[in-house]
């Protein structure tokens, strides 16, 4: 494969990928993305930790071949824009991808980066897991409770910014068209205009993925989250899809939480996985009280984006929140922060958030051994109290790490 800008590692392999799972592979060749802001400071400490990893579990039989491809300020400066083509190709030729954070660049016809990526790729899916390492400062008592993995709809909903400004000539004639057609004289002519849709083919597509995900993992129940007591027609709907595509494709793994009160006296009968749905609302005060009650949970585009930043809220913040866009092909994983600009070269923010999306990586490639030991280094490094300043500043008694020496000690508390 040729590019315009970048030249492929001379070794290493494509990583072949059958519906959603890579084939076995020792040698992949990985795209990353430095990312802008914090984001040379995160690699820095996250690929020594990565290829520690792989050498401590594999001696040398297998490694990652990284080819680093450009998105955000670096490409700007080297292509006059900042998702160029050969970006893409790589993605699409190498298939894993991880990334940093990327600022949204002004004035490129981007609304950002990060959505630019999932609406070409079709990444359906966000996947989030949140997951408490012992002796994390938490604002909750039982941050232990919380262990759950958030499947959220990336393609569809509000979120996916189809909209006009208050007064514009589309508003207007969605607003006249709405009122003349369909005799909706509610809305105010001067008001804005969102549109949200919601479809059966990309709920059932999302909701298969979660479903999946929880028969893998021998995880209890999927909970499909919505706020269907009012927007009967998209987020009612997404729940009802839900429903209706464990009982067409999944009837013998899965049952609904209304039978095992219906039919089996409250007990979920052994292996099926409960089908439930709560009203956004209510999960939100859920997760905060009973946590240990939910597992997977499968929901659209704006309620998984404030769910699952409220759920790593409960175990550790934005530092320790790893995650993955993802189609049936591709999977792109990255750090889930932002470019935290103050912060930026400074060697001082917390790398957890993309060496955990790199530990995500591992388990999607199979390298389970190797996630094993990253997962080891850090509770060590936590549980040592000597981690960074968002962590330290919150816990008695630890010791302040840079950005690069946390990483460092993760190495070290691997073996
Ligand atoms: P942000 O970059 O996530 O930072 C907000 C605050 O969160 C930081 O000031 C810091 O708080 C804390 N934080 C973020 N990352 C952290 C880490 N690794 N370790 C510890 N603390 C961390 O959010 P923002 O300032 O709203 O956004 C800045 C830029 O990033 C914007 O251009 C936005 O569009 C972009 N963005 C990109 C992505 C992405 O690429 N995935 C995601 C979100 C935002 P304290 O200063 O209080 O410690």
């Known amino acids: 494969m040729t590019f315009d800008k970048i030249t492929a590692p001379s070794s290493g392999e494509k ?8 084939k076995p592979t020792h040698h992949p060749i990985i795209p990353w993305i430095e990312g802008d802001g914090v984001g040379a400071d995160i690699w820095k400490a996250a690929h020594p930790v990565f290829d520690h990893a792989i050498k401590l579990a594999y001696g040398g039989e297998r490694k990652i071949e990284w080819f680093e491809v450009y998105a955000g300020e670096k490409a700007h400066a080297m292509y006059g824009e900042s998702l160029p083509k050969d970006t893409l190709k790589a993605i699409e030729e190498y298939k894993v991808a991880i990334k940093g954070p990327l600022t949204t660049p002004v004035g490129e016809g981007f609304r950002s980066l990060n959505v630019a990526l999932r609406q070409i790729f079709d990444l359906y899916a966000c996947v989030r897991p949140i997951e408490y390492f012992d002796q994390v400062p ?7 409770k919380v262990d759950m ?22 508003a207007k004639e969605v ?108 999960m939100f005060q859920q997760a905060l009280l009973r946590p240990d009650e939910y597992s997977v949970i499968a929901t659209m585009n704006l309620n998984g984006d404030y769910l699952s930043d409220a759920l790593i809220a409960q175990v550790g913040g934005l530092g320790l929140g790893p995650g993955a866009n993802m189609n049936d092909e591709i999977a792109i994983f ?16 917390n790398p ?64």
């Open 15 to 22: 990583v072949q990928v059958e519906q959603g799972r890579c």
């Open 334 to 349: 990255e750090a889930t922060h932002g470019t935290a600009p103050k912060h930026s070269n400074l060697d001082k923010i």
């Open 149 to 170: 993995v958030v499947f959220r709809e990336n393609t569809e909903d509000i979120y996916l910014g189809i909209e006009w400004p208050s007064q514009s000539k589309e």
């Open 352 to 415: 957890g958030s993309v060496i955990l999306s790199g530990v995500m990586m591992f388990e999607h490639l199979g390298w389970h051994e190797a996630a094993t030991l990253v997962r080891k280094g850090l509770q060590k490094t936590i549980s040592n109290k000597t981690v960074t300043y968002d962590l330290e500043r919150l816990m008695t008694g630890a010791t302040l790490l840079s950005c690069s020496a946390f990483g460092n000690a993760i190495v070290e508390n691997m073996k």
């Open 138 to 144: 938490a604002p909750v008592r039982h941050p232990e």
């Open 175 to 282: 607003i006249a068209f709405l009122h003349d057609k369909l005799g909706v004289d509610s809305i105010l002519p001067s008001s804005g205009i969102g549109i949200k849709p919601i479809s059966p083919e990309r709920t059932k597509r999302l909701v298969r993925r979660a479903i999946r995900y929880a028969i893998e993992q021998n995880k209890p129940s999927v909970t499909l989250v919505h706020k269907g007591n009012i927007m009967k027609y998209t987020e009612g709907a997404f729940s009802q899809w839900g429903y209706e595509l464990a009982k067409e494709e999944f009837a013998n793994q899965t049952i609904t939480e209304k039978d095992v009160t219906e039919k089996h006296n409250g007990v979920v009968p052994q292996g099926k996985i409960v089908i439930k749905d709560r009203i956004a609302d209510a």
